[in-house]
């Protein structure tokens, strides 16, 4: 075939790497990310789009959601037309090395995967065919000073070998288990083509990347550091918070812990739950970096695992009941067998030691402890400095001391209410009731709200931006289905998760495994299994586990069949429900017709409003907003009108209407200028006063209050 690179083998590979080099000419073109996406797919790459900034795919199941489809692929870039490109190199028979520091070039290096003169070729750039297919990247890693040359961080294609590719120490390879950007993706500089050779073939020498089935390890880990199960270790870390006071040793103690839980067997498992924990920070994440930190754990310096998960966890509401119990009946067994290296025992030594460390009341006392756990452990001074350190905030973490409000008005984000995720429905980081009665359309109201919000749609007359939902349902799978293909919900962007045996814990690792930012829960009696809606301590957890969604900053809306509702529709429920919320939307049906009122009720500024379903059975539409306080105003005014200077206890008593609602109309009738308080009273404000009021303004601000004298239209 003509045109192909000389050297490779396999004309497969051949028209992959083609692709790569059309796609990266495009970049440099400064083409649309849409038209380089479809260039790979075109050239037989399965793609995905990625967040420029963060790396992180857009589509709901990672890279396990490629496709080479070009319908699918000019949607998702349609959508997403930032979105960079992610590629799994074993795709087109490739392996992707990670040169992005000192130690993993030097790995590289060491691996004789290296061609003679790269470096000197790298630093001139007059790299040629012999050195490879080679990509200058366009993330967050920095440039690196590497054999006295400035060095760029790379990706290295290599030719994979027909068996599993072995790892390189230090050094993050892609071949199947994982994802790239591919070159002429623009993240925050462009991926570019710097070296178009043929993708050299990926034979690192044995001594160096070959990884035993039982590696040697100076103190080889129990499998006593192991998690009982995967189930409870994804429990225990989403309990774990990752937040801004988690700084970059704890970090890197918590994916140690995770390969230790883990252990060797489960260890793709473990990247997975450690990349969902990592994910949770919240001034963003980068996955690529993520995973590269974990992988280049060797594991056998891992000395901490399942007990200092939870053990952390347990401080921050994770039950941890099984586990303190059998931690106390490991301590005070009467004929305990002598403690092997790595064991439970061991831990809680290798832990009560560092804490030793961290509380020493001078340096030779510390001096001392760290001496007796190098000799013990056979770790390094830096080694046993960073798990101390790793200690110390978790003692502190839990105990929050408040803020000074001239601190807090600082932050903007605290000033105003933020923009509905789903417009009359749904706010981040805060929690809607929508109560009605069976059958009166509240979770069609829900689902038109949520398809909407899913693919960026208007709903209720306002414009949405496009935002990952989780649908959790009580319905058939078919139905919700169906329903929500009807309402047009982005398929990439909508997932439904029906209820099961626990629902709680269904729900948990859902979120962590998605991480939407809107939940709809349909219904919350099915989803919490709390048989008395006044049962207090019963909701209270229920809502401890929700209140971790809502801080994540998701929008939480929960959908309930209101029993106990008013015929107005207001909600009457129980207040250990009602009193976990921000807001109360009451839905009632007015007649048999397509028409629903909703009533607010909460810390949310929304007045009340009515939608009417459209024929098409899956949008509504606002009829608008209403005034809740109207009729009692015109009661207050005509009853003044009538009868002169009055009280409002009078007003009260005789209109028989709530004191709040009478002093809501007073305050805007007097804010209005139609009511003056007068003499311990209120009366109408009589025309002359009014007239000699206004004489006294100027003439614009006469003329402002001239529509006030309710002058006939067309008047002179």
Sequence with gaps: MSGLPDGIQTPGVAAFVLALIAAAELGERESPMGEVALALARGGWPVFPCDAERKKPLVPNGFHDRSRDLTTVERWWTSNPTAT???????????????????????????????????????????????????????????????GYRVPPLHLYLQAPASEPAKLPGVVCRFDRGYVIAPGSLGRARYRVIGRGTPLPFCPTTEISVVPAVPVLRNTPDTSLRAPDLARLRAALACIPNDAKTDRDQYVAMAHAVKGAVGLDRDTDGLELFLAWAERWPDGTNPIEDERVYETINQSKVRTGWETIWRLAAKYGFDATLEIEQSAQADFTAEAPAPRSGSSDETTTFVSMLTEVRDAPNEVARVLVVARIRKRFHLTGLEIQRAAASLLPAQRQDINTGHLLSELLLRPELLTTPTPAIPYLAWPGLKTLLSAREKTGKSTLALAGAAAASRGASFLAEQTTSKTVLWVTEEPLGVVVRRASAMRAEPARFIVLPMGSNPSEELQQAVQRWTPEIVVIDTL?????????????????????????????????????????????????????????????????????????????????????????????????????????????????????????????????????GQPKVDNALKRLVDEGTVIQDAGGYRLLAASEEFEGAADQPDAALAVAAPSKKAPVGAA
């Design 85 to 147: 490109v992610g590629i799994v190199p074993g795709d087109g028979g490739l392996i992707a090395l990670d040169a992005d520091s000192p130690e993993a070039l030097t790995s590289i290096e060491r691996a004789e995967l290296l061609p003679e003169g790269f470096l000197n070729a790298l630093r001139d750039n007059t790299l040629e065919d012999r050195h490879g297919l080679v990509v200058s990247t366009g993330g967050s890693s920095q440039p690196f000073e590497f054999g």
């Design 525 to 657: 009696y099915r989803y919490a299994g709390v048989e008395d809606e006044n049962d207090a301590a019963g909701w209270l957890p229920v809502f401890t586990r929700l209140d971790e969604i809502t801080r994540g900053n998701a929008a939480l809306l929960l959908l309930v069949h209101a029993t106990k509702a008013s015929k107005g529709g207001e909600y009457r429920g129980s207040s250990a429900i009602g009193g976990h919320v921000d807001l109360i939307l009451s839905m009632n049906a007015p007649d048999a017709g397509a028409v629903r009122k909703l009533r607010a009720v909460g810390r949310i500024p929304l007045t009340d409003f009515e939608v009417r379903l459209a024929n098409d059975r899956s949008s509504f539409e606002l009829l608008g907003q209403q005034d809740r306080d109207a009729e009692t105003v015109t009661s207050v005014r005509a009853f003044l009108a009538a009868n002169g200077l009055t009280t409002r206890s009078k007003l009260r008593r005789n209109l028989q209407i």
